[in-house]
């Protein structure tokens, strides 16, 4: 019995291992009873000891559940706010801003710790459904958008065939007018999907480009003056390099080597510029 009277304080106030501590203190008690009686004062005494120490474990135990009991109900009225929030969210439009919210309230749920099992497994349900349903939506609403997008980029890639068939530009005015026709159905079409975006605009901007050159070297081939400013730029290039030849000449003659230098980096310069002058004068008749 003494031995009994003495385990039993020890186990009233160990660590909370409520279950094990609960079935040793039946034991204890089921020993006790089973145990041959002492003599009758010191059996008292061991008793009380005994029955102070139950009486002081189950005081621990129910406290400790209610404390647990009301850490759990808060626990279920936050997730019921969390609930009520994520319902009211489940049905809106906004995608953006509404998908963080629903981020945010995730990050919250998982904070906020866990209710009883069967409150728990409602709430999660509720909260879930909510999830599911805006996420769905979303889910229905980015996939007709995207297979509109891919329609675009289909009549987009047809109109840019055709822009395609305009080069080499033979006939500049039709060219523009067709082209023009494009562009302006090119805008109707609207959005593309953005992997097929820059292999779009970079080949309209291609045919563009295209067809601008071919208008301006028009324009310059039915420019008297524009022809004639590019006549004497050549001739007067050409000139200028003569000279410039005769000073290099002269200049290896006498030996300076100073103006050799500076006669080779002239010509070397001038040289670049006619051959330049000389392309733009060739697209004249080109």
């Known amino acids: 019995m003494a031995r009994m009277a003495a385990a039993a304080p020890l186990l009233a106030a160990a660590p909370t291992h409520w279950k094990s501590s609960g079935e040793r203190m039946r034991e204890l008690l089921d020993e006790w009873k089973a145990a041959p009686h002492a003599e009758r004062a010191a059996e008292a005494v061991?008793?009380?000891?005994?029955?102070?120490?139950?009486?002081?474990?189950?005081?621990?135990?129910?406290?400790?559940?209610?404390?647990?009991?009301?850490?759990?109900?808060?626990?279920?009225?936050?997730?019921?706010?969390?609930?009520?929030?994520?319902?009211?969210?489940?049905?809106?439009?906004?995608?953006?801003?509404?998908?963080?919210?629903?981020?945010?309230?995730?990050?919250?749920?998982?904070?906020?710790?866990?209710?009883?099992?069967?409150?728990?497994?409602?709430?999660?349900?509720?909260?879930?459904?909510?999830?599911?349903?805006?996420?769905?939506?979303?889910?229905?609403?980015?996939?007709?958008?995207?297979?509109?997008?891919?329609?675009?980029?289909?009549?987009?890639?047809?109109?840019?065939?055709?822009?395609?068939?305009l080069l080499p530009v033979s006939d500049i005015r039709s060219a523009r007018s067709a082209l023009r026709g494009i562009q302006e159905r090119w805008e109707q079409v609207g959005a593309v999907p953005r992997d097929a975006r820059e292999h779009l605009e970079s080949g309209l901007r291609r045919v563009e480009e295209a067809v601008r050159k071919a208008e301006e070297a028009q324009w310059r081939r039915s420019n008297p003056e524009a022809l004639a400013r590019a006549e004497g730029t050549v001739a007067q290039l050409r000139a200028t390099i003569a000279q410039l030849e005769d000073q290099l000449a002269k200049a290896r003659e006498r030996d300076d080597a100073r103006a050799v230098i500076d006669a080779e980096e002239a010509l070397t310069a001038r040289r670049a510029w006619l051959e330049e002058a000389e392309h733009t004068l060739a697209e004249f008749s080109g």
């Open 46 to 165: 061991l008793w009380k000891r005994l029955s102070a120490a139950r009486n002081a474990f189950t005081k621990r135990r129910k406290a400790y559940f209610a404390t647990l009991e009301a850490e759990r109900e808060d626990v279920r009225a936050r997730k019921e706010n969390l609930c009520a929030e994520a319902e009211a969210l489940s049905s809106s439009t906004e995608w953006g801003p509404t998908t963080s919210a629903f981020r945010e309230l995730m990050r919250k749920w998982k904070g906020a710790g866990r209710a009883d099992r069967e409150a728990e497994a409602e709430l999660w349900k509720r909260f879930r459904a909510a999830q599911d349903k805006f996420f769905t939506a979303r889910a229905e609403v980015f996939s007709a958008k995207d297979a509109a997008l891919r329609e675009h980029a289909e009549a987009k890639q047809q109109l840019l065939d055709q822009a395609q068939g």
